[in-house]
């Protein structure tokens, strides 16, 4: 199974390390025929207006799109989600999403990097027990819209996982926590759509 990384900015190695881990045959994605070679993609974490920056710059963010609404199972974890969210509340000037999920997201929603924490998440879409999460100066899902649902919520309620079709999308990184049931998740989505 050939599952591509975003690997324009931001934590890719780190993804594509999980994924190798989990069997998965990992490109590096930089240009639309890099993207043409893969059954799903995982979009890191990162600075969202970096990585719209140079998927505009590198011509790969209309290829992106289109590989969306066409059913590409797409992962994205902090930055990834900013990605991947219809509304982007607090987008700098010129900032672009690629859409797809029904949701509204608000950047850096919990502060500065000083303002990083780790909690543990109940996720009964991925089963077992409670999940560690860490958050880096992450976003919030704000709103889900009808089409999408919460997979996970923090303890004051606000959701910081979401999933729509193949789509799906997380406020922390469960790339850095050894926990791979996220990663799992997400290819299970591309096994079934392969």
């Not at 240009?31 to 970096?50: D, K, N, Q, W």
């Not at 969210?85 to 900032?95: P, S």
């Not at 996970?152 to 606000?158: E, F, K, L, Y």
Request: include cysteine; hydrophobic fraction near 45%.
């Amino acid at each position: 199974m050939k599952v591509g990384v975003l690997a324009l900015q931001g934590d890719f190695r780190e993804h594509a390390h999980v994924l190798r881990t989990l069997g998965a045959d990992v490109v590096h994605v930089r240009r639309a025929e890099e993207l043409s070679e893969v059954a799903g993609l995982v979009i890191p974490g990162g600075e969202s207006s970096v990585m719209d920056k140079l998927a505009r710059t590198f011509g790969l963010a209309d290829p992106l799109r289109d590989a969306i609404r066409s059913g590409l199972p797409v992962y994205g974890t902090c930055a990834g989600l900013i990605m991947l969210a219809d509304t982007v509340l607090d987008a700098i000037a010129g900032q672009e999403s690629l859409g797809g999920l029904d949701v509204s997201v608000r950047r850096n929603a919990f502060g500065s990097q000083n303002h990083s924490f780790e909690t543990d998440l109940d996720i009964p879409a991925i089963g077992g027990e409670p999940m560690h999460a860490v958050f880096i100066r992450a976003p919030i899902v704000e709103s889900v819209g009808l089409n999408a649902t919460a997979l996970a919520t923090i303890a004051d309620g606000r959701c910081v996982a979401v999933e729509q079709g193949n789509l799906l999308g997380t406020s922390f990184h469960p790339e850095v926590t050894g926990d791979y049931r996220f990663h799992e998740y997400f290819l299970g989505k591309v096994a079934a759509r392969a």
